[in-house]
């Protein structure tokens, strides 16, 4: 089956730096999704891509999906205390069923 | 639109009983799902729904059931609680295929001991 993978697991970044996570998917994906998973929360929907090539921007976050619609890539810069938390990307696996990877934990030194 | 409604919060079971995990949204969403979140791992599809009466595995479906007889709910059964069992249970739902934008509950924290 489709296997999603990010990297790095762990974040770990100084107030005010830029840092950027990325996703990897082994099947071509229709879609990709971003999700934010506060520390205790629960993950909420950031944005999704579908064109190939495509980039979008949310503030500070930048998201960009592939030319080869395989890999996905999430960018932010002058990283604050409110970006902590677990960042999932997520591609459908046929219509029916979405699959994540294992996400990218950020911490904020302040 | 309270959304997507999970109960309990928290629950502690012992080995081996049983107990269900309550799941409802009230957006008319045809596509529900039950992810467990383990450190590490992710969110791991359980099981899915898309529709009413139509069910299916994902990844880690030993040890659980599920039913979806009306659209509102989809209710995640553990048979004989283990150990392994122990995680943080999420449902979700979407409105189309291809899962555009899913929608979580709040979770439930489970504990076997």
């Known amino acids: 089956g489709q296997q999603v993978m990010q990297i790095p697991q762990y974040q770990h970044v100084q107030e005010g730096e830029d840092f950027t996570t990325y996703c990897n998917s082994s099947?071509?994906?229709?879609?990709i999704q971003w999700y934010k998973q506060r520390p205790g929360g629960h993950p909420v929907f950031l944005i999704q891509l579908v064109k190939s090539g495509e980039v979008k921007k949310q503030k500070r976050l930048t998201f960009q999906f592939g030319e080869a619609k395989k890999n996905s890539s999430l960018h932010i810069t002058a990283t604050q205390t409110t970006d902590v938390g677990t960042y999932f990307c997520a591609g459908p696996e046929d219509d029916y069923k979405l699959s994540f990877g294992a996400g990218t934990t950020v911490t904020v030194r302040a | 639109n309270a959304g997507v409604t999970q109960t309990p919060k928290f629950q502690v079971l012992k080995t081996g009983q049983s107990m269900t995990l309550q799941c409802a949204q009230d957006m008319n969403h045809e596509y529900m799902s039950w992810y467990r979140q383990d450190p590490g791992m992710g969110l791991r599809l359980i099981h899915y729904s898309v529709g009413a009466g139509i069910t299916d595995q994902g990844e880690v479906p030993n040890g659980y059931n599920v039913s979806r007889s009306t659209t509102e709910d989809f209710p995640l059964r553990l048979l004989s609680a283990a150990p392994s069992q122990t995680s943080v249970y999420f449902c979700?739902?979407?409105?189309?295929?291809?899962?555009?934008?899913?929608?979580f509950g709040q979770g439930t924290r489970l504990t076997v001991v």
């Open positions: 979700a739902s979407s409105y189309t295929r291809g899962w555009t934008e899913a929608f």
């Open positions: 099947t071509t994906l229709s879609n």
